[in-house]
């Protein structure tokens, strides 16, 4: 009887132990879920590609007195599954390899390798990045630095980045996304430039704003052979914007083709259903002259 008892009681203590382990393994696996689960949601759902035109200071090109800076903004998913893909279909259809770089100067000049042998294929080629272009969702925030209005400070870069960063921060709100992370890569300048870009960025987001708010915002300097398709197509957005401003102001001529487009991009008031229209102080400022539209408080 005494026996009996022992292998009783024994048997009892494996199963409360056992029963323990698996709850310490639930408790730990819960545990696990919910740290990764909290890390994958510490980022936004955005990613942004910025990239500049003409120079950041007040010397004064004659036939190009602007500096601009545009924010190329993207979801994600639509980044991954949609844009990277039509790109890199673009490249192997016209160079048969996708390690060409598109770079608006290069093409606006028809030089190597856009120098396409025949008009119809040029012309096709500029079709077919229309039409990504036009296909592709994201969301277009943008500063011109008309340097004929009168000065603005030495380091232009840094004022439009400002602007920039302070309406990047207003979008993230509409989003509900101001409070997770969110990286802006822009395109490297050298290695000076490049340390005091990121002097500059880290200072706005630290609160140094017209907002006085600190961004969620991390920085990412990366060159041009990076092949990044986030930063080609920012760059595709800088001049057109700068040019459609100087001639649209100057001479009364229509938008350019490339503007067109890009139109309907931009960040606006009262969100997409005002595409096209209300985006000036919003997704488009012109410094001097116009004032930074300020975020509501919380």
């Known amino acids: 009887m005494t026996k009996s008892n022992l292998i009783a009681t024994n048997n009892t203590y494996n199963i409360e132990n056992q029963v323990q382990l698996a709850l310490d393994l639930d408790e730990s696996a819960n545990s696990k879920e919910k740290s990764l689960a909290d890390y994958y949601n510490s980022f936004s759902p955005f990613i942004v590609y910025a990239d500049e035109s003409g120079t950041p200071t007040m010397d004064n090109d004659k036939n190009y007195p602007v500096f601009v800076l545009a924010f190329c903004i993207f979801n994600k998913r639509i980044y991954t599954e949609k844009l990277v893909p039509l790109i890199q279909a673009l490249k192997f259809k016209f160079f048969g390899h996708d390690m060409v770089i598109l770079h608006e100067k290069e093409i606006r000049k028809h030089e190597y390798p856009f120098n396409f042998n025949f008009k119809a294929l040029s012309d096709e080629f500029l079709n077919d990045l229309n039409k990504v272009m036009c296909e592709t969702n994201f969301i277009l925030i943008s500063t011109i630095i008309d340097k004929r209005k009168g000065k603005c400070e030495d380091n232009l870069y840094n004022a439009a980045?400002?602007?920039?960063?302070?309406?990047?921060?207003?979008?993230?709100?509409?989003?509900?996304s101001h409070l997770r992370k969110t990286y802006v890569v822009i395109e490297s300048r050298g290695a000076k430039e490049d340390k005091s870009i990121e002097l500059a960025f880290r200072r706005i987001c630290d609160g140094h704003n017209s907002l006085k708010t600190n961004f969620p915002f991390e920085i990412l300097i990366k060159k041009k052979d990076a092949n990044s398709t986030g930063l080609q197509f920012a760059d595709l957005c800088a001049r057109p914007i700068g040019r459609n401003h100087l001639d649209f102001n100057n001479s009364g001529k229509k938008l350019n083709r490339a503007f067109e487009v890009l139109k309907l991009k931009f960040y606006c008031e009262g969100g997409r259903l005002n595409v096209g229209n209300n985006y000036l102080n919003y997704g488009l400022n012109i410094l001097p002259e116009n004032k930074v539209q300020k975020a509501e408080e919380p």
């Open 161 to 176: 980045m400002e602007v920039c960063l302070v309406n990047l921060y207003n979008f993230m709100r509409e989003k509900n």
